[in-house]
């Protein structure tokens, strides 16, 4: 009797703390978001400065997204296909940017393309400044969420039977063909849910692009810059409609990301 | 000319030898079944034939071309492979037609290979399924009609039937050899299954270690196995330990033991089939110089025949009984006729027939 | 094709990963060894990376606790019936779906200086945001589903053959956990912890939000960098990021340790 009583109540911590810590502050955004009501609401959102600010970041995001699908499908199919000295090494450095602090990415942008140094520099004589201007920014993403791809489709390519390749190759295919029409749309669901976790972590991202992103609007303002400044302003119902509309999309490609792929989402 | 035809082919992977010195020929539509041991290299020859991995040496035509520098993309073979390796992201269809959209045929045409393919196999109905909406066999099937569709000059097919359990494998087999013959295409098929083999090929090659061992029709294998290995290999052989108990033979033994010895092979081994025991209660025969007394240390019921026992001196003998006789009893006396037994030495062999048994027909006749 | 292929590899972890580390090393060290051990004497660096510390602990003690039991019971928990755990299974993925920034924001709505909640608990003297309570509830919020992730699946792998097995020889629910269930998630839980610490000593935006970067007061390591990055001095703020770089590494190869540990787990068992 004591032991039921003992489970229920634990049962009931683990559920509480729970929607308490996840749930709770969801609806508080939501609720603060929409508290005075859908107008003042609807003039947050569509003042101009957020919607550059959001618009700026879905294309960012999605730039970056896509570069990393390209980086990330070569990347994980010379990890898994090739042996070559400094393999083992390589694998294990494709999460640094998963365990290094956002901030500390985003300041080694900052350093090694920034004005002081060489390579920054450089780029700046030849007329390209890219830190505090939009290219920074879609390189912080980038190596914010580079291993998101590769991740994903590690194992899909481990799993891969070599004999379908084979079997394409006595089929006459060649080597290009059969990477289309073989292998590539069995890497397809990896594929995908990588880019999209990878577009919607860049969305949210905000350590690494803080310190390098300027704050021009519709140029290098991006959306949780700027939430973060309506914050600092004291603007909090601002900061919340701004984040109702990021948080909305997130959810969206969460959802649509579990309806497509099951359970392949990552950290 | 011979439409397939290997010369001396090897194979190292590191120090290991998988492939060593592996000739023969295959005749324009035969179907051939690759026999031998785990690991005996059966694997590694079919992926060379197909180009899939490069020989160390030797000489592979096909059609009577020279193929050693061609891709597997260029022989113009068709591959089943152990687990099928379908595409999984394609339909029966799609599968089916892929070889076929490679060479860019037009579609009418593509349509109707397939459409006769898919009725060729017993697929018609299932053309929109995905492999895994599939039975093993029927997958079987699909693996076998991509491969077909091409129209190959040769067909390979390694352990076509591994993945399949034993009852439908059975059926398989026999549409496998139909299909084949009703094709005409000549095919390679890799098997464990002894049985199998002697079942369906019109040929069979034995390998072991790397090596051709023999190569030849189901019952020439097994009518004049070339070695101890195949002996044991192919059909049931009981090794014997000291020939001068099988006093009939002890002549002939020493004769061939002689003329081993003085080509420098001093080991003589000797086999006997079950099959060529007669045992017989003493009533049931006249007492013949040919036979030896035994005495039946084991019987057991085997579903269509007695399995026997006998122990001759020192040496134990397993025999066959037809079910049509009556049933021997454990420490019973009975009579023991060999026919014959195999003896190799070195890379010789020899087929010995009981010479008094022969001697006892030459009899009979004259009487 | 092949070496190209390698090559271009190489390029890509230089340019975005090494290139970058190793410029923020040797900006690091502009004023030698002299240089970074100043910057680790002031004391608002000490207590920044007290904070850290602070927070790190919290954090992944609660998170691990209450993560494991979620997992059970999101996995095991045939009682809450099978509607509603595959809700909270969608559920506990929204923090990844969060930005950090908005993670702080929710808790300064919740719980700041003008709502309900705040002054309830400023009236008992607890002080929610710009304090460490609301650091750690952030944190929490934002690592919230690495441990379940974790998991999991972990559980959902191992079946619930062998928990039965060791009911039908008499083990209680307890022994059973201990004896049975634990052994098969031990390197999945270890490798939660480790991701957990890694992203609470990462954690920067929500953190930041929710801290006002106070100095000597609510400012963490990372929150230290950004303040020193806009100060310009980039000495201090390398060093620091220097010193959470190589934590990072020494994260991540205790990631790929227990990451090597589960698999040898999972092929042993399978
Ligand atoms: N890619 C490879 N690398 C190294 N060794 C190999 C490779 N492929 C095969 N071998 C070795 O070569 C030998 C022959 O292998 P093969 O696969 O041809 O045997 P098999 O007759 O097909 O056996 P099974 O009947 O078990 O399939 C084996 O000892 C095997 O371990
Ligand atoms: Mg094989």
Redesign the pocket.
């Known amino acids: 009797m004591n032991q039921r009583l003992l489970q229920g109540s634990l049962r009931s911590l683990v559920l509480l703390y729970f929607a308490v810590l996840v749930a709770l502050p969801v609806f508080a955004v939501y609720g603060k978001g929409l508290s005075l009501g859908w107008e003042p609401f609807w003039q947050s959102v569509t003042h101009p400065l957020a919607l550059d600010a959001l618009w700026l970041t879905v294309q960012l995001a999605l730039l970056a997204a896509l570069i990393n699908a390209a980086l990330g499908t070569l990347t994980a199919w010379v990890l898994v296909r090739y042996c070559f000295p400094g393999r083992r090494f390589l694998n294990s450095l494709v999460d640094l940017p998963f365990a290094l602090p956002t901030a500390v990415g985003g300041l080694m942008i900052l350093l090694l393309l920034g004005p002081n140094s060489w390579l920054g520099q450089t780029l700046t004589s030849i007329g390209w400044e890219i830190v505090y201007r939009p290219p920074a920014i879609v390189i912080a993403m980038v190596f914010v969420t580079f291993p998101f791809v590769v991740r994903n489709l590690q194992p899909l390519l481990e799993e891969l039977d070599p004999a379908e390749e084979e079997a394409s190759y006595t089929l006459g295919a060649s080597k290009a063909l059969t990477f289309r029409r073989v292998i590539l749309p069995a890497l397809l669901p990896g594929l995908c849910g990588g880019t999209l976790l990878a577009f919607s972590r860049a969305l949210a991202e905000f350590g690494a692009v803080v310190l390098i992103a300027g704050n021009l609007p519709g140029q290098t303002l991006v959306a949780s810059v700027y939430i973060f400044g309506q914050v600092e302003s004291y603007n909090p119902q601002a900061a919340a409609a701004v984040s109702v509309v990021l948080l909305t999309l997130s959810f969206l490609l969460l959802f649509t990301m579990n309806a497509l792929f099951g359970r392949r989402t990552a950290r | 000319m011979h439409h397939l035809e290997v010369r001396d082919l090897n194979k190292k ?2 120090s ?1 030898q ?1 492939v060593e010195g592996v000739s023969f020929s295959v005749e324009q539509g035969r179907l051939i079944g690759l026999l ?1 041991p ?8 079919l992926r060379m034939l197909a180009g899939l991995e490069r020989p160390d040496g030797g000489a592979i035509s096909i059609g009577g071309r020279n193929v050693d520098a061609l891709p597997p993309q260029d022989r113009g073979i068709g591959f089943v492979f152990q687990n099928y390796a379908l595409f999984k992201h394609m339909t029966v269809v799609e599968n089916i037609a892929f070889g076929l959209k490679v060479k860019k045929w037009e579609r009418a045409r593509i349509y109707q290979r397939v459409a006769e393919l898919l009725a060729l196999t017993g697929l018609i109905g299932l053309e929109r399924r995905y492999p895994h909406q599939l039975s093993g066999g029927q997958r079987q099937r699909v693996a076998f009609a991509r491969a077909l569709a091409p129209e190959p000059q040769l067909l390979l097919l390694d ?1 076509p039937f591994a993945a399949i359990d034993a009852k439908v494998r059975k059926e398989l087999r026999t549409w496998l050899k139909e299909m084949i013959s009703r094709v005409g295409v000549t095919s390679l098929f ?1 098997t ?1 299954d002894q049985e199998e083999a002697v079942e369906v090929a019109d040929e069979i090659l034995i ?1 072991s270690q ?1 090596r051709l061992e023999q190569k030849g029709t189901p019952w020439e294998i097994y009518r004049a196995p070339k070695t101890p290995f195949i002996a044991t290999f192919i059909g049931e052989s009981t090794a014997l330990h000291d020939l001068t108990t099988l006093a009939p033979f002890a002549e002939a033994a020493v004769s061939i033991a002689n003329k081993a010895s003085l080509e420098g092979h001093d080991e003589l081994q000797a086999f006997v089939r079950p099959e060529s025991i007669e045992i017989s209660r003493s009533h049931e025969r006249q007492p013949s110089s040919a036979a030896l007394p035994g005495v039946v240390s084991h019987v057991q019921f085997r579903g269509d025949a007695w399995h026997v026992e006998v122990q001759v001196g020192a040496q134990r003998l397993t025999a066959r009984r037809p079910l049509a006789y009556e049933p021997l009893s454990l420490g019973e006396e009975v009579s023991v006729l060999v026919h014959r037994l195999y003896l190799f030495a070195g890379q010789q062999s020899w087929i010995v027939e009981n010479p008094f048994l022969s001697l006892q027909r030459e009899k009979e006749r004259i009487v | 094709m092949r070496k190209l292929s390698i090559l271009l590899v190489y390029l890509i972890f230089f340019v975005l990963i090494l290139a970058p580390l190793g410029q923020m090393a040797l900006g690091a060290w502009e004023n030698g060894w002299q240089g970074f051990a100043d910057v680790f004497a002031r004391t608002d660096v000490q207590h920044a990376f007290w904070v850290s510390g602070v927070i790190v602990v919290i954090v992944t003690a609660l998170n691990t606790l209450f993560g494991v039991l979620l997992a059970l019971l999101l996995v095991r928990g045939t009682w809450l019936g099978r509607r509603v755990r595959q809700f909270a299974n969608a559920l506990v993925d929204l923090p990844f779906a969060v930005s950090p920034v908005i993670g702080g924001l929710m808790i300064i709505l919740l719980l700041g200086p003008n709502t309900a909640l705040g002054t309830f608990f400023e009236s008992h003297g607890i002080k929610m945001v710009f304090a460490l309570p609301g650091m750690v509830l952030a944190t929490l919020f934002v690592t919230f589903p690495l441990m379940v992730r974790e998991v999991a699946p972990l559980l959902q792998e191992i079946g619930t053959e062998q928990e039965e097995a060791a009911y039908t020889l008499g083990a209680a629910p307890w022994m059973t956990f201990w004896q049975v269930t634990w052994p098969s998630i031990r390197w999945g839980v270890i490798y939660g912890v480790v991701l957990t610490v890694a992203r609470s000593l990462g954690e920067f935006g929500a953190v930041l939000v929710v801290s006002g970067n106070i100095i000597n007061k609510t400012q963490t390591a990372t929150t230290l960098v950004y303040q020193e990055v806009e100060n310009f001095n980039f000495v201090a703020a390398n060093a620091v990021a220097l010193a959470l770089a190589g934590l990072s590494v020494l994260i991540l190869l205790g990631l790929e340790t227990a990451k090597r540990r589960k698999e040898v787990r999972k092929h042993a068992s399978s």
């Open positions: 992977f590191g290991l998988a031998g785990s690991g005996g290299g059966k694997t590694t020859l352990e890799v464990h390998m790397g």
